[in-house]
């Protein structure tokens, strides 16, 4: 059973329904037990005083017959391992008898007077002598604080046991739910493949796999057969773009047309080449989700790894990428805390390097900073530009989203998904944080000893 922590036990509404029943169920008893524990004390009382009578009918048929001494005798006879308290008054021998308690309450069995819940009796002997015959308080009492301790643990005891067997109940319950709910994490962090255990015993906990795993099945075949459309889609499209491209190369290249229609054809020319960048750009990433794909349920990805140190790839990205900063008058800086050797392809690497710094270049302002850093995690780049909104981290990872909603920003919203699928193909993940101005972008990667 997987650990659950005490706060969610604590907040969770199957154990306060089961205490609920259980509480309730524990007032029923103790109202039951109370009522059982007066009529046991009452049923011993009168047992109690049955025999009572019948000790007193045996001392009144004897002292009818029996002088004060021969009782006294008898008295001294039955005293000893006996419940009975007896007890001579004035006017006979009080030889080896005590002083009187203070009982209850006293029936003269000659009356004819038998009260319920009487603790002694009285028989009057031939010279007027008065014979109180009692119950010992100490029987009485003995048995009543036994009553209390086998009524304790018959009431205690089973309350204890429900209670256990609730939160026994409880942590079954939420052990079950926690597994759903680990799963549906999996699959809101973008885990593909996710599945439920299903057992033999199909109880609704199984049925509940069922629908969820049939569900995320469709899912996945939808989303697989969208993305498969649209990457059919760029490939049919992009021959005839490319003819189109070739056509209006063909035209300038001639040098026959005026100025105006030059320059037209050279925006048309230039648009050509976006929308097939933009078209290469999803192939590529439908391929590389390809291999995530196959590497989470193969083992194995197209993509070769070999093991690489991190420093002389950035200080190849920033090689790259420094013209583009001095146009706009960024400062770059790197630092390398600690070597970072990854299990990588440098190819993928240095391109998704790029697509970082190129970001923070793009959305920096004129004359801002930009720090790229490497440490024994990955590589970090920051910048002090306006930034994500908490609200847009995660869906700026996906394809073709871009934040400018006039969409007058260059760029195909292809950037950070690349990034991103990159990561995962190396096992590890990439971090959108605020820089306070600016985003802090950590790419975390797989290192070559297996921690990430």
Known sequence: MAAISSDVLYRSSVLKLLLWFGGGLFLVMSLLMQQLYQNSLQTYQQSLD????????????????????????????????????????????????????????????QSGSQRQGMRATKVILQDGTPLVIGISEQVYQQFQNNLNVRFLWATFVPFM??????????????????????????VMCGERGVRLKVSAATDEFDLLAIHLNTMLEQMEQNEARLRSLTVDI????????ARLKLRVETLLEQGELGSREEEELRYLQQDFDQLLDTFSGMMELYNLSQGVHQSIHQGSTKITLEPLDLKPIILDVLDFMEPCANEKEQALSYRCDVPCLVMGNRNLLFRAICNLLDNAIKYTPAGGNIEIASDCFGVLVADNGPGIADKDKRRVLDQLVRLDPSRTSSGFGLGLAFVNTVAQLHAGRIVLSDNHPGLRARLLLNRSDGII
């Open 50 to 109: 049955d025999l009572l009578r019948q000790e007193t009918e045996l001392f009144s048929q004897l002292a009818a017959v029996a002088d004060t001494s021969v009782i006294q005798a008898n008295i001294e006879t039955r005293r000893k391992g006996s419940l009975y308290y007896y007890y001579l008054g004035q006017g006979g021998s009080q030889q080896g008898t005590t002083a009187a308690p203070d009982y209850p309450a006293i029936a003269n069995v």
């Open 161 to 186: 046991g429900v209670f256990a067997a609730a939160v026994w109940f409880a942590l079954n319950i939420l052990t079950r739910l926690n597994k759903v709910n680990q799963s549906m994490n999996q």
């Open 234 to 241: 760029a490939h049919d499209l992009r021959t005839p773009m």
